[in-house]
T-cell receptor, first 117, second 112 residues
């Protein structure tokens, strides 16, 4: 089956620093990748949609200069949290769309737990 | 008002019970209705997928969609301890490229 990996699985950083999270589709090419954020006991909230080779589309209220997304290849998208603050601590999950079925062929990564101290 | 509402629980049932999970939504244009299962600190995995109204059954799982009431349900028969997880409903519009709107998730615990 289709596998999406994320790296790192867990990261702790100091306030003011930047951290990069990678999302990879391991056995398929992903033309579109989605980045979600999930706070404890809350829903997944879509942050942005990235298409390979083009700029990401951000959801309302998400600061594009703070959450930099790069979808440089059909198997890799990165999310960089710049100048991280404790309120950015969250579970970040990516999903990758591999086929024409927009929903059934969308696969989620295992998530990255970010803690900002 | 949130677009998708789901009771967060937690819901605790004995092994073998029938579990009923529900979501309501406000946007009548939603066409795709999904249920995802998420284990602790893991990404969601797709359990059930339904297009428009009706029922769909897959093993012990049955998904129901009632578009007239803007209400969807997931039933789990003969629940097992391994079913203990958070269940998220999600919805999508046809023309939004796979963008998913999730409910808050219901935390389910099945006790042996």
């Amino acid at each position: 089956g289709a596998v999406v990996s994320q790296h790192p699985s867990r990261v702790i950083c100091k306030s003011g620093t930047s951290v990069k999270i990678e999302c990879r589709s391991l056995d398929f090419q992903a033309t579109t990748m989605f980045w979600y954020r999930q706070f404890p006991k809350q829903s997944l909230m879509l942050m942005a949609t990235s298409n390979e080779g083009s700029k990401a589309t951000y959801e309302q209220g998400v600061e594009k200069d703070k959450f930099l997304i790069n979808h440089a290849s059909l198997t890799l998208s990165t999310l960089t949290v710049t100048s991280a603050h404790p309120e950015d601590s969250s579970f970040y999950i990516c999903s990758a769309r591999g086929g024409r079925d927009l929903v059934r062929e969308q696969y989620f990564g295992p998530g990255t737990r970010l803690t900002v101290t | 008002q949130k677009e998708v509402e789901q009771d967060p629980g937690p819901l605790s049932v004995p092994e073998g019970a029938i579990v009923s999970l529900n979501c309501t939504y406000s946007n009548s244009a939603f066409q795709y209705f999904m249920w995802y299962r998420q284990y602790s600190r893991k990404g969601p995995e797709l359990l059930m997928y339904t297009y428009s109204s009706g029922n769909k059954e897959d093993g012990r799982f049955t998904a129901q969609v009632d578009k007239s009431s803007k209400y969807i349900s997931l039933f789990i028969r003969d629940s097992q301890p391994s079913d203990s997880a958070t269940y998220l409903c999600a919805m999508s519009l046809y023309n939004q490229g796979g963008k998913l709107i999730f409910g808050q998730g219901t935390e389910l615990s099945v006790k042996p």
